[in-house]
Protein backbone atom coordinates (compact mmCIF):
# COMPACT_ATOMS: atom_id res chain seq x y z
CA UNK A 1 0.00 0.00 0.00
CA UNK A 2 1.38 3.22 -0.89
CA UNK A 3 1.89 6.26 1.50
CA UNK A 4 -0.79 9.03 1.02
CA UNK A 5 0.85 12.51 0.36
CA UNK A 6 -1.15 14.89 -0.79
CA UNK A 7 -1.94 14.57 -4.96
CA UNK A 8 0.92 12.82 -5.34
CA UNK A 9 -0.68 9.70 -4.83
CA UNK A 10 -0.57 7.68 -8.21
CA UNK A 11 2.80 9.07 -8.70
CA UNK A 12 3.89 7.41 -5.50
CA UNK A 13 2.20 4.14 -6.19
CA UNK A 14 3.55 4.24 -9.97
CA UNK A 15 7.23 4.35 -8.27
CA UNK A 16 6.25 1.34 -5.84
CA UNK A 17 4.81 -0.41 -8.65
CA UNK A 18 7.74 -0.10 -10.71
CA UNK A 19 10.64 -0.22 -7.71
CA UNK A 20 11.68 2.80 -9.41
CA UNK A 21 13.43 3.89 -5.87
CA UNK A 22 15.07 7.04 -7.07
CA UNK A 23 11.94 8.59 -7.88
CA UNK A 24 10.52 7.70 -4.89
CA UNK A 25 13.58 9.79 -2.98
CA UNK A 26 12.96 12.71 -5.23
CA UNK A 27 8.70 12.59 -4.78
CA UNK A 28 9.32 12.55 -0.86
CA UNK A 29 11.96 15.52 -0.70
CA UNK A 30 9.76 17.27 -3.78
CA UNK A 31 6.59 17.15 -1.46
CA UNK A 32 8.26 18.52 1.79
CA UNK A 33 5.54 16.93 4.12
CA UNK A 34 6.56 14.41 6.86
CA UNK A 35 9.84 13.53 5.48
CA UNK A 36 11.03 11.63 8.13
CA UNK A 37 8.26 9.96 8.45
CA UNK A 38 8.22 8.84 4.94
CA UNK A 39 11.61 7.88 4.70
CA UNK A 40 11.03 5.97 7.97
CA UNK A 41 8.31 4.01 6.35
CA UNK A 42 10.18 3.13 3.07
CA UNK A 43 13.50 2.24 4.39
CA UNK A 44 11.37 0.03 6.26
CA UNK A 45 9.34 -1.39 3.69
CA UNK A 46 12.02 -1.66 1.06
CA UNK A 47 15.45 -1.49 3.06
CA UNK A 48 18.71 -1.36 0.85
CA UNK A 49 16.93 -0.72 -2.51
CA UNK A 50 15.51 2.42 -1.09
CA UNK A 51 18.50 3.14 1.10
CA UNK A 52 21.16 3.33 -1.24
CA UNK A 53 18.69 5.84 -3.42
CA UNK A 54 18.55 8.05 -0.40
CA UNK A 55 22.13 7.69 0.25
CA UNK A 56 23.23 8.76 -3.51
CA UNK A 57 20.04 11.86 -3.08
CA UNK A 58 22.04 12.83 0.09
CA UNK A 59 25.73 12.48 -1.47
CA UNK A 60 24.29 14.71 -4.45
CA UNK A 61 23.13 17.37 -2.07
CA UNK A 62 26.61 16.93 0.09
CA UNK A 63 24.20 15.82 3.21
CA UNK A 64 25.60 12.73 4.10
CA UNK A 65 25.98 14.26 7.56
CA UNK A 66 22.16 13.68 7.81
CA UNK A 67 21.20 12.03 10.71
CA UNK A 68 19.14 9.37 8.68
CA UNK A 69 22.22 8.57 6.92
CA UNK A 70 23.72 6.75 10.21
CA UNK A 71 20.65 4.98 11.01
CA UNK A 72 22.03 1.53 9.64
CA UNK A 73 25.59 2.27 9.39
CA UNK A 74 25.86 -1.42 7.51
CA UNK A 75 23.94 -0.46 4.78
CA UNK A 76 25.74 3.01 4.58
CA UNK A 77 28.82 1.11 4.68
CA UNK A 78 28.23 -1.35 2.01
CA UNK A 79 26.93 1.49 -0.13
CA UNK A 80 29.68 3.22 0.25
CA UNK A 81 32.40 0.70 -0.61
CA UNK A 82 30.24 -0.57 -3.43
CA UNK A 83 30.22 2.64 -5.28
CA UNK A 84 34.39 3.17 -4.31
CA UNK A 85 33.82 6.50 -2.69
CA UNK A 86 37.15 5.89 -0.55
CA UNK A 87 37.10 9.55 -0.09
CA UNK A 88 34.45 9.54 1.86
CA UNK A 89 34.13 6.26 2.99
CA UNK A 90 36.97 6.41 5.42
CA UNK A 91 34.95 8.48 7.74
CA UNK A 92 32.35 6.48 7.71
CA UNK A 93 34.98 3.22 8.65
CA UNK A 94 36.35 5.15 11.69
CA UNK A 95 32.50 6.05 12.82
CA UNK A 96 32.17 2.31 13.16
CA UNK A 97 35.14 1.52 14.65
CA UNK A 98 36.99 -0.16 11.15
CA UNK A 99 39.96 1.62 11.73
CA UNK A 100 42.16 -0.54 9.45
CA UNK A 101 39.89 -0.61 6.90
CA UNK A 102 40.20 3.63 7.16
CA UNK A 103 43.45 2.98 7.43
CA UNK A 104 43.55 1.20 4.12
CA UNK A 105 41.55 3.95 2.29
CA UNK A 106 43.60 6.57 3.34
CA UNK A 107 46.62 5.77 2.44
CA UNK A 108 45.30 4.87 -1.28
CA UNK A 109 43.87 8.18 -1.35
CA UNK A 110 47.22 9.23 -0.58
CA UNK A 111 48.58 7.54 -3.01
CA UNK A 112 46.39 9.13 -5.78
CA UNK A 113 46.90 12.40 -4.67
CA UNK A 114 48.56 14.77 -6.29
CA UNK A 115 49.27 17.69 -3.84
CA UNK A 116 51.61 17.29 -1.45
CA UNK A 117 50.52 18.72 1.87
CA UNK A 118 47.03 16.96 1.36
CA UNK A 119 48.89 13.79 0.99
CA UNK A 120 51.06 14.11 3.61
CA UNK A 121 47.81 15.07 6.18
CA UNK A 122 45.43 11.76 4.69
CA UNK A 123 49.03 9.60 5.41
CA UNK A 124 48.81 11.44 8.95
CA UNK A 125 45.19 9.63 9.16
CA UNK A 126 46.52 6.44 7.97
CA UNK A 127 48.79 6.24 10.22
CA UNK A 128 46.84 7.36 13.33
CA UNK A 129 43.53 4.77 12.68
CA UNK A 130 45.90 1.90 11.59
CA UNK A 131 47.75 2.42 15.35
CA UNK A 132 44.12 3.18 16.76
CA UNK A 133 43.24 -0.51 15.12
CA UNK A 134 45.46 -2.47 17.06
CA UNK A 135 44.03 -4.31 20.08
CA UNK A 136 44.91 -5.96 23.22
CA UNK A 137 43.43 -9.11 21.45
CA UNK A 138 45.76 -9.35 18.57
CA UNK A 139 48.34 -12.19 18.42
CA UNK A 140 51.28 -9.67 18.20
CA UNK A 141 53.20 -12.67 18.78
CA UNK A 142 52.37 -14.39 15.65
CA UNK A 143 54.88 -14.29 12.84
CA UNK A 144 52.23 -13.92 10.07
CA UNK A 145 50.36 -11.27 12.19
CA UNK A 146 53.32 -9.58 12.85
CA UNK A 147 54.63 -10.12 9.31
CA UNK A 148 51.54 -8.39 8.07
CA UNK A 149 50.97 -5.17 10.92
CA UNK A 150 54.75 -4.16 10.05
CA UNK A 151 53.98 -4.41 6.05
CA UNK A 152 51.24 -2.20 6.47
CA UNK A 153 53.29 0.48 8.67
CA UNK A 154 56.14 0.18 6.42
CA UNK A 155 53.74 1.01 3.66
CA UNK A 156 52.60 4.28 5.17
CA UNK A 157 56.67 5.19 6.73
CA UNK A 158 57.15 5.05 2.90
CA UNK A 159 54.95 7.49 2.04
CA UNK A 160 56.11 9.96 4.50
CA UNK A 161 60.03 9.31 3.30
CA UNK A 162 58.59 10.42 -0.11
CA UNK A 163 56.86 13.52 1.53
CA UNK A 164 60.05 14.20 3.27
CA UNK A 165 61.66 14.82 0.10
CA UNK A 166 59.62 17.02 -1.74
CA UNK A 167 59.85 18.93 1.75
CA UNK A 168 63.03 19.26 2.22
CA UNK A 169 63.67 20.14 -2.30
CA UNK A 170 60.79 22.77 -1.44
CA UNK A 171 62.86 24.44 1.52
CA UNK A 172 66.12 24.47 -0.72
CA UNK A 173 64.57 26.11 -3.43
CA UNK A 174 62.93 28.68 -2.07
CA UNK A 175 65.57 29.50 0.00
CA UNK A 176 67.39 29.93 -3.01
CA UNK A 177 64.77 32.38 -4.40
CA UNK A 178 64.41 34.68 -1.51
CA UNK A 179 68.17 34.76 -0.98
CA UNK A 180 68.97 38.43 -0.02
CA UNK A 181 70.83 38.39 -3.64
CA UNK A 182 67.85 36.69 -5.56
CA UNK A 183 64.54 38.32 -6.31
CA UNK A 184 63.31 36.80 -8.96
CA UNK A 185 59.13 37.35 -8.74
CA UNK A 186 58.30 35.46 -12.06
CA UNK A 187 57.85 31.44 -11.96
CA UNK A 188 59.91 31.66 -15.06
CA UNK A 189 62.92 33.42 -13.90
CA UNK A 190 62.43 31.41 -10.32
CA UNK A 191 63.35 28.24 -12.03
CA UNK A 192 65.83 30.14 -14.01
CA UNK A 193 68.08 30.91 -10.92
CA UNK A 194 67.25 27.85 -9.19
CA UNK A 195 68.89 25.93 -12.08
CA UNK A 196 71.60 28.20 -12.02
CA UNK A 197 72.11 27.89 -8.18
CA UNK A 198 71.29 23.93 -7.72
CA UNK A 199 72.44 22.55 -10.55
CA UNK A 200 74.78 24.83 -11.79
CA UNK A 201 77.17 21.45 -13.34
CA UNK A 202 74.40 19.91 -15.46
CA UNK A 203 73.44 23.80 -17.00
CA UNK A 204 77.24 23.59 -17.86
CA UNK A 205 77.81 20.28 -19.12
CA UNK A 206 74.67 18.37 -19.77
CA UNK A 207 72.03 21.10 -21.31
CA UNK A 208 69.51 19.15 -21.88
CA UNK A 209 69.46 17.30 -18.54
CA UNK A 210 69.11 20.85 -17.36
CA UNK A 211 66.08 21.61 -18.89
CA UNK A 212 64.75 17.65 -17.78
CA UNK A 213 65.82 19.42 -14.08
CA UNK A 214 64.11 22.73 -15.09
CA UNK A 215 60.35 21.31 -15.66
CA UNK A 216 60.21 19.57 -12.51
CA UNK A 217 60.98 22.51 -10.64
CA UNK A 218 57.54 24.58 -10.41
CA UNK A 219 56.06 20.98 -9.53
CA UNK A 220 58.43 21.20 -6.15
CA UNK A 221 57.86 24.84 -5.62
CA UNK A 222 54.32 24.62 -5.82
CA UNK A 223 53.75 21.45 -3.23
CA UNK A 224 52.48 19.40 -6.40
CA UNK A 225 53.85 15.46 -6.81
CA UNK A 226 55.90 14.76 -9.63
CA UNK A 227 55.63 11.22 -11.10
CA UNK A 228 58.80 9.21 -9.22
CA UNK A 229 61.01 9.60 -12.39
CA UNK A 230 61.09 13.11 -12.40
CA UNK A 231 61.81 13.41 -8.44
CA UNK A 232 64.61 11.15 -9.03
CA UNK A 233 65.62 12.98 -11.67
CA UNK A 234 65.86 16.22 -9.34
CA UNK A 235 67.80 14.73 -6.89
CA UNK A 236 70.08 12.71 -8.84
CA UNK A 237 70.93 15.83 -10.81
CA UNK A 238 71.27 18.18 -8.35
CA UNK A 239 74.77 19.61 -7.38
CA UNK A 240 74.56 19.15 -4.12
CA UNK A 241 73.41 15.39 -2.89
CA UNK A 242 71.84 14.68 0.57
CA UNK A 243 73.95 11.72 1.96
CA UNK A 244 70.26 9.93 1.94
CA UNK A 245 69.35 10.83 -1.75
CA UNK A 246 70.97 7.71 -3.38
CA UNK A 247 69.43 5.11 -1.08
CA UNK A 248 65.70 7.19 -1.15
CA UNK A 249 65.56 7.36 -4.87
CA UNK A 250 66.32 3.63 -5.11
CA UNK A 251 63.35 3.33 -2.85
CA UNK A 252 61.03 5.60 -4.54
CA UNK A 253 61.79 3.76 -7.98
CA UNK A 254 61.01 0.27 -6.40
CA UNK A 255 57.85 1.53 -4.01
CA UNK A 256 55.66 2.90 -7.31
CA UNK A 257 53.76 -0.29 -8.58
CA UNK A 258 52.76 2.13 -11.17
CA UNK A 259 55.99 2.51 -13.15
CA UNK A 260 56.67 -0.67 -16.26
CA UNK A 261 58.73 -2.61 -15.52
CA UNK A 262 61.49 -1.80 -18.75
CA UNK A 263 61.20 2.08 -17.23
CA UNK A 264 61.82 0.92 -13.74
CA UNK A 265 64.83 -0.97 -15.06
CA UNK A 266 66.13 1.98 -16.87
CA UNK A 267 65.55 4.40 -13.64
CA UNK A 268 67.21 1.81 -11.48
CA UNK A 269 69.88 2.21 -14.04
CA UNK A 270 70.40 5.74 -13.89
CA UNK A 271 70.37 5.59 -10.16
CA UNK A 272 73.66 3.70 -9.99
CA UNK A 273 75.17 5.32 -12.84
CA UNK A 274 75.11 8.55 -11.12
CA UNK A 275 76.27 6.87 -7.95
CA UNK A 276 78.90 5.35 -9.47
CA UNK A 277 79.99 8.72 -11.57
CA UNK A 278 79.35 10.98 -7.85
CA UNK A 279 82.72 9.71 -6.37
CA UNK A 280 86.23 10.25 -7.00
CA UNK A 281 87.44 7.23 -8.15
CA UNK A 282 90.79 8.59 -9.45
CA UNK A 283 91.10 9.70 -5.70
CA UNK A 284 89.35 6.98 -3.78
CA UNK A 285 92.08 4.09 -5.66
CA UNK A 286 95.08 6.15 -4.86
CA UNK A 287 95.79 4.20 -1.77
CA UNK A 288 99.25 4.99 -1.35
CA UNK A 289 100.63 5.55 2.14
CA UNK A 290 97.65 4.75 3.47
CA UNK A 291 96.60 2.46 6.20
CA UNK A 292 94.10 -0.34 5.49
CA UNK A 293 91.96 1.32 8.39
CA UNK A 294 92.29 4.51 6.28
CA UNK A 295 91.59 2.57 3.23
CA UNK A 296 88.12 1.19 4.93
CA UNK A 297 87.15 4.53 6.49
CA UNK A 298 87.48 5.82 2.39
CA UNK A 299 85.21 3.21 0.74
CA UNK A 300 82.90 3.52 3.20
CA UNK A 301 82.42 7.69 2.78
CA UNK A 302 81.88 6.55 -0.76
CA UNK A 303 77.84 7.42 -2.65
CA UNK A 304 78.11 3.17 -3.49
CA UNK A 305 79.03 2.32 -0.02
CA UNK A 306 76.21 4.07 1.66
CA UNK A 307 73.72 3.28 -0.37
CA UNK A 308 74.68 -0.31 -0.44
CA UNK A 309 74.20 -0.16 3.11
CA UNK A 310 71.15 1.28 3.89
CA UNK A 311 69.46 -0.09 1.13
CA UNK A 312 70.30 -3.55 1.66
CA UNK A 313 69.10 -2.98 5.60
CA UNK A 314 65.59 -2.08 4.12
CA UNK A 315 64.41 -3.74 1.24
CA UNK A 316 62.86 -6.77 1.34
CA UNK A 317 63.48 -7.62 -1.87
CA UNK A 318 66.48 -9.19 -3.95
CA UNK A 319 69.52 -8.09 -4.63
CA UNK A 320 69.50 -8.74 -7.95
CA UNK A 321 66.25 -6.58 -8.44
CA UNK A 322 67.81 -3.19 -7.54
CA UNK A 323 71.28 -3.73 -7.54
CA UNK A 324 72.67 -2.65 -11.03
CA UNK A 325 76.75 -3.12 -11.52
CA UNK A 326 78.61 -0.20 -12.84
CA UNK A 327 78.79 -2.85 -16.05
CA UNK A 328 75.20 -3.16 -16.33
CA UNK A 329 74.40 0.30 -15.22
CA UNK A 330 75.14 1.95 -19.18
CA UNK A 331 72.23 4.19 -20.61
CA UNK A 332 71.09 1.71 -22.79
CA UNK A 333 66.88 3.12 -23.72
CA UNK A 334 66.21 3.54 -27.53
CA UNK A 335 65.22 6.58 -28.98
CA UNK A 336 61.33 5.12 -29.10
CA UNK A 337 61.60 5.02 -25.27
CA UNK A 338 62.88 8.16 -24.58
CA UNK A 339 60.20 9.59 -26.98
CA UNK A 340 57.64 7.47 -24.63
CA UNK A 341 58.93 9.51 -21.81
CA UNK A 342 59.65 12.56 -22.76
CA UNK A 343 56.92 13.33 -25.57
CA UNK A 344 57.05 17.13 -25.10
CA UNK A 345 60.59 17.32 -26.83
CA UNK A 346 61.38 17.67 -29.97
CA UNK A 347 63.61 15.90 -32.02
CA UNK A 348 66.72 18.35 -31.79
CA UNK A 349 65.71 17.69 -28.12
CA UNK A 350 65.46 14.66 -28.04
CA UNK A 351 68.72 14.03 -29.76
CA UNK A 352 70.64 16.75 -27.25
CA UNK A 353 69.05 14.56 -24.35
CA UNK A 354 70.94 11.24 -25.90
CA UNK A 355 73.99 13.38 -26.11
CA UNK A 356 73.63 13.83 -22.33
CA UNK A 357 73.06 10.12 -20.91
CA UNK A 358 75.96 9.47 -23.73
CA UNK A 359 78.26 11.71 -21.09
CA UNK A 360 77.15 10.16 -18.19
CA UNK A 361 78.22 6.70 -20.25
CA UNK A 362 81.41 8.30 -20.98
CA UNK A 363 82.49 9.66 -17.43
CA UNK A 364 81.33 5.82 -16.20
CA UNK A 365 83.99 4.57 -18.22
CA UNK A 366 86.54 6.23 -16.66
Not at 192 to 200: F, H, P, S, T
Amino acid sequence: MSVSIGRGDRAFSLSESYEDYKTLVDLIMESGENIDDHIKIFMDKYQEKFAFKLYEWYLDEDLLSHPHVSEHKEWLRTFLNERNLGGISWMHDIYMDNYNDASIKLRLLAQNEKRVRKRKTFLSISKLTFLAGLSDEMDTQNEDVQCNLEGKYNLIENGFELIDAYSVLQDQFVEIITSEDQTAVDEHKQVDVIVEKAAKNIKQYRPMHAKVFAQCVPYILNGEMLPTEGLIEVLTLKDKKEKDDFPFTLQFALNDDKLPDDRRRAILQTIWRRIYITDRWDCISNTNDMSDEDVNEQIKGTAVYHTLDIVSQTADIPLVQWFCPPTEAFFASTEEQLRRRFHEFNEEELAGLIEDYKKENTALEK
